[in-house]
């Protein structure tokens, strides 16, 4: 009787927080992949305007992230009209950057060293 009891306590457990683990992962793959095609624009094609748009809709979901602050400060730097809003946001990247290059990860939350 216990080992039923164990058995249905486990399985409601698995049937309640799997769900949430789930979108949990899937949250974070949108996001790899959102900022994978920010990048590309960026990086790639140079097209600041489609990357700063993009990087735009990242940072209101993660504001806190200095990485997107950076990307998007210097989209803005090359962008006409938005020179004081690129230095706001390269002002708040630039108090949360990596130690090291090492340290640099593209997805990650802290801005560049060269930020």
Avoid: H
């Amino acid at each position: 009787m216990k080992r039923v009891f164990r058995r249905a306590v486990i399985l409601t457990f698995l049937i309640f927080c799997s769900p949430s683990l789930f979108s949990q992962v899937l949250s974070k793959k949108a996001f790899i992949k959102s900022v994978q095609e920010a990048d590309a624009f960026y990086y790639y094609d140079e097209d600041y305007e489609k990357a700063s748009i993009l990087f735009e809709s990242l940072l209101k979901s993660y504001p806190d992230n200095s990485n997107l602050s950076a990307k998007l400060g210097i989209c803005y730097l090359n962008l006409d009209g938005k020179k004081a809003d690129a230095l706001k946001l390269l002002q708040k990247a630039s108090s949360n950057i990596v130690s090291d290059d090492k340290e640099y990860f593209e997805y990650g939350e802290k801005a560049p060293l060269d930020t």
